[in-house]
């Protein structure tokens, strides 16, 4: 099952694991989008890709996502939970009701639908879980990246307390990856230099490949593993400056 399914990394994730021979769940708000992806995923790869349209910023489709994992006569093998938004903006500057939403999809949802997916996983001995994060998970900067530091910690803990019942839980934290997540949030990308951008097929590869090693926290690209050693060696006071000042240049707020 993938959350954020018709675009970005969640569409190459569907894609990545079709070309592997495995059935789908396709989870996203696009009614339209979803059905097209479904028809097109099975056409090349013959693959089964069951649709669920779920807007996972309400009650009623977080709700909806979580009865479908807990259906042990259809299992899902492998939950990636990649829905998400940035809000443009700095603190104070966004609605509360826009940060809400985004603590809704990025938390409450990512929470509620592991919990659902792991507990049913534990069960049959078997499973894995994807969290989608980001780097901006390392860095001082806006609710975007604390709502992404949660899930990194979250899922580390969850992977912990997992241990050793054949469930793997992992949390991914890409860079800047060449998607419609600025578009949609209506941030500019011209000034974002040409080498920090990932290329979303080759990501997912690469998560796909850490998840099998055991890993529970994926950054993957050895450009952003590298910045990420820096991140770790800078004063938190000066990093904090310095993030503020890329954030506002370049990413989510």
Not at 4 to 27: E, K, M, S, Y
Not at 95 to 102: H, K, Q, V
Not at 137 to 155: D, E, I, L, M
Request: proline share 3%; with cysteine.
């Amino acid at each position: 099952m993938i959350t954020g399914a018709t675009a970005g990394i969640g569409a190459a994730f569907a894609r990545r694991l079709a070309a592997q021979g495995h059935n789908l769940v396709l989870v996203a708000r696009d009614t339209k989008r979803l059905g097209e992806q479904a028809t097109e995923l099975h056409d090349l790869h013959g693959i089964e890709a069951e649709v669920l349209a779920a807007d996972l910023s309400t009650e009623e489709g977080i709700a909806a996502v979580e009865k479908r994992l807990g259906d042990r006569t259809h299992p899902v093998d492998l939950l990636v939970n990649n829905a998400g938004f940035g809000n443009k903006g700095r603190y104070l500057e966004v609605s509360m009701a826009d940060e809400l939403t985004m603590l809704k999809v990025h938390i409450e949802a990512v929470l509620r639908l592991t919990s659902a997916a792991s507990e049913s996983m534990r069960s049959r001995g078997r499973g894995g879980v994807i969290n989608v994060a980001s780097v901006a998970a390392f860095v001082p900067r806006g609710t975007y990246g604390a709502s992404k530091a949660w899930v990194v910690q979250f899922t580390q803990g969850a992977a912990r307390d997992m241990a050793g019942s054949g469930v793997r839980l992992m949390a991914l934290c890409p860079g800047f990856v060449r998607t419609e997540f600025h578009q949609r949030a209506g941030m500019g990308t011209d000034n974002i230099p040409g080498w920090m951008w990932l290329d979303a097929d080759k990501l997912v590869a690469a998560a796909l490949a850490d998840l099998a090693r055991g890993k529970t926290v994926s950054i993957p690209d050895p450009r952003y593993k590298a910045l990420m050693g820096v991140v770790k060696l800078t004063p938190r006071g000066l990093l904090g400056g310095v993030s503020s000042r890329t954030g506002r240049k370049y990413g989510p707020q």
